[in-house]
């Protein structure tokens, strides 16, 4: 099973609201990552978690809050965000080991619309 | 990270070959050349990756300058499930887990 499982699909919030996006993987890997897509642009990293520990952060406002409760699930909460953080989210995980062959997994990604 | 330049798009005829280029000039000696590629609504997908030796999946070849300076994706009869957006990614061999990724080459398949 080779499958990155994102929900909701599609999510359209107020900017007072709190919400969250949700991602699954069962294939054991110890990498989780979030990116976000602009319309017509390539995606961006936004956190790294190794070994459900968050190991990069790209600078992200903390309107965005990520989440690893164990090895299988990784959360993006999102708390007063602005109508400009409407975009595609990516989650994607990989096997913790060196970067050769390591295939990174993506799921469909979620579509955000903040209202 | 090694930066790339890639054709903004390209257009191949179905069931014809496609060469996609990649140029990455200040890829350092331990970098792995990395392709993915992103269908219309859905995440990127790994085609192929290498490092000096061009390779062959299923998917793809992957042509790679002696110098390691560019490279070329191959598909071998685009049909129009190839169209999507086509990434060439430098990656380090040790401790980089994370893709980053450059603008790409957005692929159009006429049938």
Redesign the interface.
Known sequence: DTE?TQTPKHLVMGMTNKKSLKCEQHMGHR?M?WYKQKAKK????MF?Y?YEKLS?NESVPSRFSPECPNSSLLNLHLHALQPEDSALY?C?S?Q?V????????????SWLTVV | DAKTTQPNSMESNEEEPVHLPCNHSTISGTD?IHW?R?LP??????VI?G?TSNVNNRMASLAIAEDRKSSTLILHRATLRDAA?Y?CIP??????????????TKLSVIP
Request: proline letters at 6%; a negative charge; aromatic letters at 16%.
């Open positions: 990155v990498a990552y390539p995606p961006e990293l790294v190794s990069i990516l994607a990989s913790l060196g970067g050769s062959g390591n295939t990174i997994y993506f799921g469909e990604g | 792995y993915y992103q609504s859905q995440g990127p997908e790994y990756h490092l957006v990434y990656r380090s061999g040790a401790g980089s887990y994370q893709l980053t990724f450059g603008k790409g």
